[in-house]
């Protein structure tokens, strides 16, 4: 699926923000014209209303998890479709206004998803450190560039610092090497063409919450041979403690035969399942079972229909 260069797409600003770093790295999404929004419901607002013709936000770090806040948007407040996903190594930096060294450090801003990233560096480095909160990496940059406040650091991507006058006081601070964090684009309506490497987004409600429930959702999954990437379990904000819903990543697409029975017979046990799109993967997974179970399956039909066939 590939974007229009006279599209709108809006993401999390200020300039400089990993969602930024993100998204440029896409070469029909860097043509497009571009609109920044201070928190990600603000984003997904937009998309619903037509302000813009699509939406970046990232929905899943592996050190974190989910990020619940737009995972929940998606899920609850918004009916929108993911069109792409997009998967980026994170480096976090701190950084502080020329001539601050890192003990004179007394306030470390940034959002919560990054803070809680970088634990071990600020609890090792700044442990007497206030953290205080920013709607996105770039603000926090930004703040502590326009601010002036002596004392104070940012948590952000290293073009930040470049972007706002800061000098780096130390680089690569989060507590695990290897960090990444997923994005996805959404958009009002819209299901990309199968690539053959694909993922479907579902969120799947409990008709009830009884012994069994969830098996009786996997079960239609493992049935088929298809693998689930993430599995959520999201409070509903319908009712008390224990009523939750099940946010689905399975590998295929809505026009695979196995994955689209899947559904359908989820739909019709659990009552209540919500599409949130089946778009290309980041990442290629391996095919294989996916074209054993689909062989085994077209086999099955193949013996249903026969006997079907004998029917006087």
Not at 182 to 188: H, I, P
Not at 253 to 264: P, Q, T, W
Not at 284 to 304: F, L, P
Request: contains cysteine.
């Amino acid at each position: 699926m590939h974007v229009r260069p006279t599209a709108t797409v809006g993401y999390l600003g200020p300039s400089g923000s990993f969602t930024e770093q993100a998204l440029l790295g896409q070469a029909d999404l860097a043509a497009c014209r571009h609109v920044l929004y201070r928190t990600m419901p603000d984003i997904l607002d937009a998309v619903d209303a037509g302000d813009v013709d699509y939406g970046f936000v990232a929905i899943e770090n592996s050190i974190e998890g989910a990020v619940n806040l737009s995972q929940d948007e998606l899920a609850f407040n918004h009916d929108l479709l993911i069109q792409r996903e997009v998967v980026m190594d994170i480096e976090h930096c701190l950084m502080a206004r020329p001539g601050t060294a890192l003990a004179d450090v007394h306030t470390v801003l940034s959002m919560p998803v990054a803070t809680a990233q970088c634990h071990k560096f600020l609890r090792r480095e700044l442990r007497a450190a206030e953290v205080r909160v920013a709607n996105s990496t770039a603000e926090a940059a930004k703040t502590v560039s326009d601010d002036r406040q002596p004392g104070w650091a940012a948590i952000a991507p290293r073009v930040a610092a470049e972007l706002y006058g800061l000098d780096i006081l130390a680089r690569g601070i989060g507590d695990v090497e290897h960090n990444q964090t997923r994005f996805v684009l959404v958009a009002r309506e819209g299901v990309p063409a199968p690539t053959g490497h694909d993922q479907t987004a579902l969120v799947v409600y409990q008709r009830a919450n009884e012994p069994g429930s969830l098996i009786s959702i996997l079960q239609e999954f493992a049935a088929r041979r298809i693998n689930l990437e993430n599995l959520l379990s999201r409070p509903t904000k319908e009712g008390g403690l224990g009523d939750y819903c099940f946010i689905i990543y399975a590998h295929g697409h809505i026009a695979d035969e196995l994955l689209a029975d899947a559904v359908r017979a989820l739909h019709a046990k659990q009552g209540r399942v919500k599409f949130l799109g089946s778009y290309p993967a980041a990442k290629q997974h391996s095919a294989a079972s996916r074209e054993h179970a689909d062989e085994r399956w077209r086999q099955a039909d193949d013996w249903v229909r026969h006997l079907q066939s004998q029917i006087d």
